[in-house]
Each structure stands twice: as structure tokens, then as C-alpha cells.
């Protein structure tokens, strides 16, 4: 029997780095993302089935989960940053943060939503991708922080309530990835970890399958 995941974010980052991880195991995979071509560029090399859109449409959740009538491992890799530069929450802009809880909580909880039922049938797994900054106080780190925040206890939450699915709620750790680029600076970037080294890991935890809970990946 193939296993099935369904991975957001999934045309560049720790998402195509863990896509390219699981088809390396023989998963079947059905990829996400915004950038079209980008994304069609990862299913090719993977075998993958491509479908881009954005996470935050209900259109677009409604097509992925009729993608996936059976589904092993669902990832909640796709996020936003914000505002940059990283602004301190007496000044942060109100209505770019809606849009952040939008992305970073609300989209992750309608995949969830609309893919629990094929989850529960295969007693599969879902992986809500976190950061240290949903508990540390890092200056600038608010907006993007809080919305990690909401996120790690909306897993906490679906973990109690959903028994025969396995839910981690994962801290990747610093990545050197487009994103943090964004805020940091290319330089920076460049001396952090590899998301490769970092989905070796995440596979590893789908692999074993601990129970549910907070992981850290580095």
C-alpha cells in the first residue's frame, strides 16, 4: 500500500526538501503552493501531482482534499512572515496581521477541517509546522510569533480531541531559506541550517511516529 502526503509550501524550502525525502521512500505525494511554475517544476522532478493556490482560498482547500480521498500525512508547511521589516507590535500594522492569522492559523485549521476524514480512516498524521518564536520574545518577532503561537495550541487542542491521528506541532528550527532571508538578511541566512537536514529529521519522526506533541527538529 503507497502512503499518501499532502505538503503545503511545497515549491521551495523545508516543503520541497521533505517532498523530496518521502518520494525518495516511495511516497505518493500531492504538492501546494503559490508560485506555479516553481511548484510544477518540484512534482515534475518528484512525480508528484502539482496543485497551486493559495491556502487562505476555500476554493483551493476544496480541490486539495478532493485530491487526497485517501491520506496518510498532512503538512502545514505553507506560512507568511508578515510585515518586514520585523516591526515591534506597538506599531504593527492591524490589518497585514489579519492576513497573517489568516495564513499562518486559519488555513492550516480548514485543510485540517476538510482532510480529517480521509486521516481518520488511515489513522494518518498531520504536522503543523511551528517556530521558536511562538514561545520565545523575540524583538520584531511579534505578528509572526502570535500566529505560531495559536497554532501550536490549536494542535495542542486537535491532539486531545483526535485520538487515532497523530498531530506534531514541529519547531524547524533557523533554516537558511527565502524566508528567513526576509527577515534577517541573506548573510545571516546563509549560516543556517539546510532544510534538507532538517526533513531528514521530520521524515524520521513520520517513520517512527512518537506520540503526539511539540517536537524540535534541530
Known amino acids: 500500500m503507497t502512503n499518501t502526503a499532502l505538503i503545503t509550501g511545497a515549491s521551495r524550502g523545508l516543503g520541497l526538501a521533505l517532498a523530496r525525502s518521502l518520494a525518495e521512500a516511495g511516497w505518493h505525494l ?89 486521516l481518520r480512516a488511515r489513522r494518518g498524521a498531520i504536522v503543523n509546522i511551528t517556530s521558536d518564536a511562538a514561545n520565545g520574545a523575540y ?19 486537535l491532539a486531545a480531541e483526535e485520538p487515532d491521528v497523530a498531530v506534531w506541532w514541529a519547531d524547524p528550527g533557523e533554516m537558511n531559506t527565502r524566508m528567513l532571508a526576509d527577515a534577517v538578511g541573506e548573510q545571516e541566512a546563509a549560516t543556517a541550517t539546510d532544510p534538507a537536514e532538517v526533513a531528514a529529521t521530520l521524515h524520521d519522526l513520520v517513520r517512527s511516529r512518537p506520540a503526539s506533541g511539540r517536537v524540535s527538529l534541530q
Do not use: C, M
Open 30 to 118: 500531492v504538492l501546494t503552493a503559490r508560485g506555479a511554475a516553481d511548484l510544477k517544476k518540484a512534482a515534475a522532478e518528484l512525480g508528484a501531482t502539482a496543485i497551486p493556490g493559495d491556502v487562505t482560498d476555500p476554493g483551493h482547500v476544496a480541490r486539495l482534499s478532493g485530491a487526497v480521498p485517501e491520506l496518510d500525512l498532512l503538512v502545514n508547511n505553507a506560512s507568511g512572515l508578515g510585515v518586514t521589516p520585523l516591526p515591534p507590535l506597538a506599531g504593527y500594522p492591524l490589518e497585514p496581521f489579519r492576513e497573517l492569522l489568516e495564513t499562518n492559523v486559519t488555513a492550516p485549521l480548514a485543510l485540517i477541517q476538510a482532510t480529517l476524514p480521509a
Open 139 to 157: 524583538e520584531g518577532w511579534g505578528g509572526y510569533g502570535a500566529t505560531k503561537a495559536a497554532l501550536e495550541q490549536l494542535s495542542n487542542v
